[in-house]
């Protein structure tokens, strides 16, 4: 079974600062897909950023990119300048890429950001 | 443009009470799963279907109970509730990889919060 692991609870950053994320996941599987989701207070799950295990290179959204290490299984979100509105609860999670297994998802414990004014 | 519908948002039940949490998606998506979060713990499966008359357990499934009668709709039961039960339950939905966009999101509901008291 495939597990992901978060490492720090909480974070904080000040406004327009760079902050980054750790994830580490466990798998045996060699194609899978990793996504960081973003959980505001309002509840709602909005994901924030993927990658394909297959690609070598690192994902970026905006202010948003990732720095993806498949040998040492790690996957790391960075947040470049910092806002408000990034303050929320943030989730690695793992999908298999196999035909039957890829139906769900395994998140980490997650990591609380706080923007500092 | 509803994507995946929640109700109720909020519920208290008292111990012992049963209830069915709703969920519906009009976007055919053949993948649908429930997922509690509790603090501290991510969010763990409880059950997923992977298409209509098919479902299947997934890390916490103890005293829910789903069924998948249409594509559409995948109703949690909570058969006889515990405290432990208190939560707040997401149910998501997705395409199968494979088609069209073999990198497929999960698309998530507003979630219900439920206190057993």
């Known amino acids: 079974a495939q597990t992901v692991t978060q490492s720090q609870p909480e974070m904080s950053v000040q406004e327009a600062e760079t902050v980054t994320l750790s994830c580490t996941y466990d798998?045996?599987?060699?194609?899978?897909?990793l996504f960081w989701y973003k959980q505001p207070p309002s509840r709602q799950m909005i994901l924030v950023i993927r990658?394909?295990?297959?690609?070598?290179q690192n994902a970026t959204e905006n202010r948003f990119s990732v720095n993806f290490q498949k040998a040492a299984k790690s996957f790391s979100l960075k947040i470049s300048d910092s806002q408000l509105g990034d303050a929320a609860m943030y989730f690695c999670a793992y999908r298999s890429g196999l035909y039957f297994g890829n139906e769900k998802l395994t998140f980490g414990t997650g990591t609380r950001l706080t923007i500092i004014p | 443009n509803a994507g995946v519908t929640q109700t109720p948002k909020f519920q208290v039940l008292k111990t012992g009470q049963s209830m069915t949490l709703q969920c519906a998606q009009d976007?055919?998506?053949?993948?649908m799963s429930w997922y509690r979060q509790d603090p501290g713990m991510g969010l763990r499966l409880i059950h997923y279907s992977v298409g209509a008359g098919i479902t299947d357990q997934g890390e916490v499934p103890n005293g829910y109970n789903v069924s998948r009668s249409t594509t559409e709709d995948f109703p949690l039961r909570l058969l006889s509730a515990a405290p432990s039960q208190t939560s707040v339950y997401f149910c998501?939905?997705?395409?199968?990889?494979?088609?069209?966009?073999?990198?497929?999101?999960?698309?998530f509901g507003q979630g219900t919060r439920l206190t057993v008291v």
């Open positions: 990658q394909e295990a297959y690609k070598q």
């Open positions: 998501a939905s997705s395409p199968p990889r494979g088609l069209q966009d073999p990198n497929t999101e999960a698309f």
């Open positions: 976007m055919n998506h053949e993948y």
């Open positions: 798998t045996s599987e060699s194609d899978y897909y």
